[in-house]
């Protein structure tokens, strides 16, 4: 089966840094786009970022220039670096495996998220 395991999140102030980790089983990690996701109370799930399998990376504008999202193949893993953290960050944060199509992420299986929580 497939499985994706959030790890990472925490509490952290204004301004800090967390990396999340999701570790993926059942999947190839080389053979699949992967995504974050996150979702605040009351809003919507948003796409973050996503890592191509070709080496493409993408980022929502509200967290371009601060975010990194990265993959170890060899380890099943993909990494989100969040820096300069802001109050609005806060939410569950997801990923996803998926693929690209017509230029747009198609999320398959997801994690059971991680929550940050950034305090001003």
């Known amino acids: 089966q497939v499985q994706l395991v959030e790890s990472g999140g925490g509490l952290v102030q204004a301004g800090g840094s967390l990396r999340l980790s999701c570790a993926a089983s059942?999947?190839?990690?080389?053979?699949?786009?992967m995504a974050w996701y996150r979702q605040a109370p009351g809003k919507q799930r948003e796409l973050v970022a996503t890592a191509n399998s070709d080496g493409n990376r993408n980022y929502a504008d509200s967290v371009k220039g601060r975010f990194i999202i990265s993959r170890d193949n060899a380890k099943n893993t993909v990494y989100l670096q969040m820096n300069s953290l802001k109050p609005e960050d806060t939410a569950v944060y997801y990923c996803?495996?998926?693929?690209?199509?017509?230029?747009?992420?198609?999320?398959?299986?997801w994690g059971q998220g991680t929550q940050v929580t950034v305090s001003s």
């Open positions: 059942g999947i190839i990690l080389g053979f699949n786009a």
């Open positions: 996803a495996n998926g693929g690209v199509v017509a230029g747009a992420f198609r999320p398959g299986y």
